[in-house]
């Protein structure tokens, strides 16, 4: 799937890159979860079939968004399933052990990428929406993301569900 880097998402979008709800269950209730009024939502990393810009990514946006991966700041899609990286090519990268996702090496650490769900890092009044396959772009395929982006992660807020504003389903 791509989407430009920095796209802003319309006011009505959920916080998903999919036209439909994030939905999430509160007091055994089901109900979506949406952005607080006035957030901007922007799209980075979604890269498709090629990377938009290459470099050096710094240590400290990796590692905050690794501590991400590894502590379940994970926005779960719901429906949207399972996604392959376009840009690898055959399943010995994509299964390398007959097991779905990579498994990324980095300064001596390691956690496998599922390609499921996403990211909400909040920095003033923008909130960004990334894969979670934005680790394995940027240590595999040398994907540097916007600078603002960078700046986001080190310096803002991983969001969780429990961020997002509940509402209940109709019955």
Known sequence: MYIEDITQLP????????????????????????????????????????????????SECISRIFDAYKSKLVISDGTAGWHNCELCHGDDEWYPDGEVGPIISWQGRQLRIYGHGHFLIQYNETVYLSPVLILHYILDHAYKPPSVFIEAVEEGKFLTQKDLVWIENDS
């Not at 959920?14 to 999430?24: D, E, K, L």
């Not at 509160?26 to 090629?50: E, F, M, N, P, T």
């Open 11 to 58: 006011p009505t979008q959920p916080p998903t890159p999919y036209n439909f709800p994030v939905s999430i269950r509160k007091d055994k209730r089901w109900g979506q979860g949406i952005l607080q009024d006035g957030l901007i939502l922007c799209a980075v990393g979604w890269l498709g079939d090629y990377v938009p810009c290459e470099g050096k990514t710094p």
